[in-house]
Each structure stands twice: as structure tokens, then as C-alpha cells.
């Protein structure tokens, strides 16, 4: 059996176009967003979040697909095109390109529909995340635990920087990121919809394994070497931390992140 | 009052000496390694492991010890060097330099050693730690945790890369890396010593909340994709997991170390 999709053609006006998605005013401009390799295809595939707008395979990948059609189940309307692994190679962040570049629409959500979700799933705020990386890890975990709305503020890192998506390892497609939200509408949300206001802090909180239950909570965390503002900490019903044996300054953010949404998931009886 | 450290000029020749030190040929042949940064230096002089063996700033960071030489407290053995902020780009490997480069000694860890620390003491094995990143975040959270000690396999990245460093966040001063340890060693250790050998899969294991505790353990922790060894995972005394929601693939694997070191250190009852 050989594979019906059609391979068009890469003109390098084209190819130029969709390298500029890895600036961030090129994506904000077009609402579009980069990812690479199979994981982030399957997983684009199977969410209903962000869109497959294009796909881009070089020639080696397009040879697999002809070969086994099954390796790309893809809907007709989706446009696969074929480019040289130089093309690729300049399209790719990655130092192995896959040979597979999916542009997906970027999907906004709106914050209204945070109080919406189950009252047990806990919200989560990254006020000021700086580092791609950590962003990327903190979605990557809060998928693996269920937690699937992260709201970030104003100041964060562009959840759809190519470098937030990979460490994100597929994950940004199933999970509801709101982005440029305020401090002020998370005190605002929390008043209105009674959510329980969590600051997560390097030391002086409460240790986390002691932190009483409560039922709706939004989880705040910082910047990585400032902290939350003082504003959100002040204002937190709850500061916690993680208990450490005190020669070590700080876990690195996205450690502490994916701990303190541990211990949630186990205290909220998850498993 | 003005700083009596003197500071010697930097040859050309000994600039490229250290920059060769990024180099993992040339940091087994020297048995030296670099780090950077004024945490780093306060970090190498607070432990005893891994002395420093000399020091290089820049004009900026020169005169601002010159103005305050409190900054810098510092034995007069150990030579200060001072060079252009050209130079100290091209001997560092941040993007915004810190001004200050300090090579220390490799201090070589013993096995045999090991059997020596408290019996509650977890120890921590990296079979094959592939991502400098994640070895680095590894250390960081082991001395967070207060878990001193880590073995880690012969195929697992070097310890001393600058990648490792950077991420290790000034801990790897603190922490005893016991480097190039087979896994038949750690067999052979548990069996003599008695740990017990816990395995960290990323699935199908004992759920990490519900692990039994025992007396002496080593934690082992496999390589970013491909997991354990399976001689080493068969060879277990017991499987644990991270309980998920099931629709990721997995956790980043410095994430799920740092989790598992939570649990143990709550449940050790060191908090």
C-alpha cells in the first residue's frame, strides 16, 4: 500500500515565512506556533486544542510515510509539505531534526472558563515564569497529574517559545494555558469563585506535606530568583513550602512546581 | 580600606589553558573543572570537597573587590587572576557572564566509602544520565533534600560539565558524585551492605505514596529514555512509580527523581 497524501512543494519564500514563527511577534501576528517531531503530531492530532494548520517533512520522512502510510494518520484538508534536510535543518531548534515540523493555530482561552473545571482540580498560576524550560516542565507536569489549566502572567515567557514546547514534551496540546492574566484577576477570580489562594514560597511556609486539604485552589508560583510579588504572597490564604535541609538555597522552580503538584494530587485522593 | 589581594595578569596562553577545561578530555587529564559565579566561589569554599585552585575576574569584578574587599573572602594561597571581559567571555559559557571563573580540584569519591554515612541515608544511582540539565537539577534537589551522596554510571554525562555545574546551582560542592560505578557494583554493594535496591520506573511499579519504608535503600534512576537497565530493574528489590493521570507518556526525569526524593525524605521522617 502506498500513502495518498500529497506532498507539495517548499518554496523558500514559504520556508522563510514559517521560520519567522520562532519570534515571538511573527507568532503573536499570525496566532500560529511551531512543533517538532512525531510526539508533538500525535499528540496534536489527538486534542482538540491548537489546530494542525501545516506540516513540513523532509525527504528522508517523506520517503517513511510513502513507504507506511499508518506512521501519519492525517485528515486530507491539512497540507504536508517536502522540503532538503537543509530546509529542515534551518526550520528545526533541534541539533537531530526529526524531520517533522508541524504550524498549529494557537488556541486562547479565557479565563470565564476557569470556574467551569471540577472544584477539586486546582488551579495553577506562574506569575512570572523566565526560563522556556520551566515553563515547558511545569505543563509537562501538570499533565502528568490531570491538573490541565495553568493560568500565566503578563510577564511569563511566551508558552508557544519553541523551546517552552519541547521540554513541554507534547504536552502544551492538552493543556488549557491562559495567557496575560493579571495578579489583580487572580485575586478577582479567587473572591468571585472562592477559590483557597496558595502561594508557593522558597521558606517560612508551611511545610507541604502538613498543609491542610481544602477543596477549590488556585496554586501560585514566582519567578525564578524573585519570587512571587509581594502583592500575591500578602495576599495568599496560604504560603507554603518544601521542607529542605537547609544548606541549600532553592530547588530549581519547575522541581518545586511539579512537587507541590505531587503532593496535591495525592492529598486530593487522586490515585 | 583597600583590598590586599593582588591580582596577577592573565597570559594568553594560560587563558586558553582554562578555556580547554569546557572540554571533557581536558578535565580528566587535569582532574580540574570550572564554575562560575559568585555563588559558586562562596559554595567551593564552604565544603570541603573540590578546592579551588585559582581564580579568574574581570577589570569590572576586580575593582569592585578593590572596594570592597569583603566580597572576596579568600585564603592568599590561592592566585587571583585579573583579565579583559573579551577574555572573560571567551572563558565562559553564560550568556551574561558573571565576571568571575573558578577552577577547582576534582576530588575523587571512593565506593567504598559509601557504606560509611547514616543508616537512614538514602543513596542515589544514575545508571545513565544522558541531559547535563538534568544530572545538574538531580544534585541540586539530592542536597535540598540533605542526600549526600550520588553513584552514578560509567555512561552517565561527566559531573564536571559546565552544563552540570550551572544546573547544579553551586550544590555540586556539597554533594559526593562517585563517578564511572557499575551497575554490578551497586549489586554487589547491596548485597554486602545490605541496601535495599528501589527501582524508579515510569510505570506498572508501587505507587511512590504507597512504597513501604525500609532502613537502607539505594534509589536508582535510568537513562532519559530508555529507562533502567533491565538486569537492573529485574534485579530490584522493588518498583516504584509516580502515580498519573495516564494520558502523558512520562515525567521529566530529573522531575521525577526530585519527587521521589520528597517522598523519601517525608516518609524518612527528616522534616
Keep these: 500500500m502506498r500513502s495518498n497524501i500529497s506532498f507539495l512543494p517548499l518554496s523558500r519564500q514559504h520556508c522563510k515565512w514559517i521560520r519567522k514563527l520562532h519570534q515571538k511577534k511573527y507568532r503573536r501576528k499570525e496566532k500560529l506556533f511551531i512543533a517538532e517531531g512525531l510526539n508533538s503530531f500525535h499528540a496534536a492530532v489527538k486534542t482538540p486544542h491548537h489546530t494542525i494548520s501545516e506540516i513540513i517533512v523532509d525527504h528522508d520522512f517523506a520517503d517513511k510515510v510513502r ?12 497540507p504536508v509539505y517536502e522540503c532538503s534536510r537543509d530546509e529542515m535543518e534551518s526550520l528545526s531548534s533541534e541539533e537531530t531534526p526529526q524531520g517533522i515540523v508541524i504550524v498549529c493555530h494557537q488556541k486562547e482561552f479565557l479565563v470565564n472558563e476557569t470556574t467551569t473545571g471540577k472544584m477539586s482540580d486546582p488551579l495553577i498560576y506562574c506569575e512570572e515564569t523566565s526560563d522556556p524550560g520551566n515553563l515547558g516542565i511545569i505543563i509537562r507536569s501538570s499533565a502528568w497529574f490531570g491538573f490541565n489549566r495553568i493560568l500565566i502572567g503578563p510577564f511569563c515567557v511566551d508558552p508557544f517559545n519553541t523551546k517552552v514546547i519541547r521540554s513541554s514534551a507534547g504536552t502544551i496540546f492538552g493543556v488549557e494555558v491562559y495567557q496575560s492574566i493579571h495578579r489583580d484577576v487572580i485575586i478577582e477570580l479567587a473572591d468571585r469563585a472562592g477559590y483557597t489562594l496558595i502561594a508557593a ?3 517560612g511556609g508551611i511545610p507541604l506535606h502538613q498543609c491542610e486539604k481544602s477543596e477549590k485552589n488556585i496554586i501560585m508560583f514566582g519567578h525564578e530568583s524573585k519570587g512571587l510579588s509581594r502583592h500575591l504572597a500578602e495576599r495568599a490564604d496560604r504560603r507554603i513550602s518544601i521542607p529542605g535541609c537547609g ?3 532553592s530547588l530549581n522552580l519547575s522541581v518545586a512546581a511539579s512537587i507541590i503538584l505531587y503532593e496535591f494530587a495525592v492529598q486530593l485522593g487522586r490515585f
Excluded: G, M, Q, R
Design 247 to 249: 544548606t541549600v538555597e
Design 67 to 78: 513507504d507506511n502510510p499508518s506512521l501519519f494518520p492525517l485528515s486530507p484538508e491539512i
Design 201 to 203: 514560597v522558597p521558606a
